[in-house]
């Protein structure tokens, strides 16, 4: 696609549910990155995807959250259990490679209620 | 810890001024820096980037600086529109395996028509 797709755009959870997000990056792109951005908040790193190198996981707030992606394409990130505080928005950003040279480029973003 | 600090957090002007946004970052060692903009309830335009090599890079009204050694950057807004009001967000890539954008808090600039 032209850009990175995120699905759904919104979603409204009951507190103890599992959800999962989804990332289309940009095709081609080996880098994908997922932040959090809590209301009024700056961004917060989740994890990162590099090609086929183990990814950067050091960011994921607790053993709730997961994520997974298949080759270099698509990612879906996981919340297992969640509570009121996973509410955010979720944005998910894809680069050609993590070098020097290239642009990270951002989705939409997905906004999590739990109630 | 790698930190990326914004300054100010908020910035209102009247139409047609120009304009400074500050960032500064802890660790030099940086692969490359990325200005981003975010209007409400959206995610982020890429605005400008600048690798390491590089001294600053220019995009219609909008020119963005690098200087390492001091870990700032400074992006400069010309002759500003009530369009340009949004969030202004600095990203620092490290690279590398680890490679992850750090970004700072954002300033958030109203253009006042």
New interface residues.
């Given amino acids: 696609g032209a850009g990175v797709s995120q699905s759904p755009s919104n979603k409204v959870t009951e507190k103890g549910k599992d959800v999962e997000l989804r990332c289309d990056p940009i095709s081609g792109h080996t880098?994908l990155?997922w932040?959090r951005q809590r209301l009024g908040?700056?961004?917060e790193?989740l994890i990162?995807f590099?090609g086929n190198?183990?990814p950067?996981k050091?960011?994921l707030p607790s053993d709730r959250f997961s994520a997974e992606r298949t080759g270099e394409s698509v990612s879906t990130l996981t919340i297992q259990r969640t509570q009121q505080e996973d509410s955010a928005v979720y944005?998910c950003?894809s680069s050609l490679d993590?070098?020097?040279?290239?642009?990270?480029?951002?989705?939409?973003?997905t906004?999590l209620t739990v109630v | 810890k790698q930190e990326v600090t914004q300054i100010p957090a908020a910035l209102s002007v009247p139409e047609g001024e120009n304009l400074v946004l500050n960032c500064s970052f802890t660790d030099s060692a940086i692969y490359n820096l990325q200005w981003f903009r975010q209007d409400p309830g959206k995610g982020l335009t890429s605005l400008l980037l600048i690798q390491s090599s590089q001294r600053e890079q220019t995009s219609g009204r909008l020119n963005a600086s690098l200087d390492k050694s001091s870990g700032r950057s400074t992006l400069y807004i010309a002759a500003s529109q009530p369009g340009d009001s949004a969030t202004y967000l600095c990203a620092v890539n490290y690279g590398g395996s680890q490679g992850n954008l750090i970004f700072g808090k954002g300033t958030k600039l109203s253009v006042k028509p």
């Avoid at chain 1, 993590?98 to 973003?109: L, M, P, R, V, Y």
């Fill in positions: 880098a990155y932040y908040q700056g961004l790193f990162y590099q190198s183990a950067d050091s960011g944005l950003a993590g070098g020097a040279n290239t642009e990270a480029f951002f989705g939409q973003g906004r």
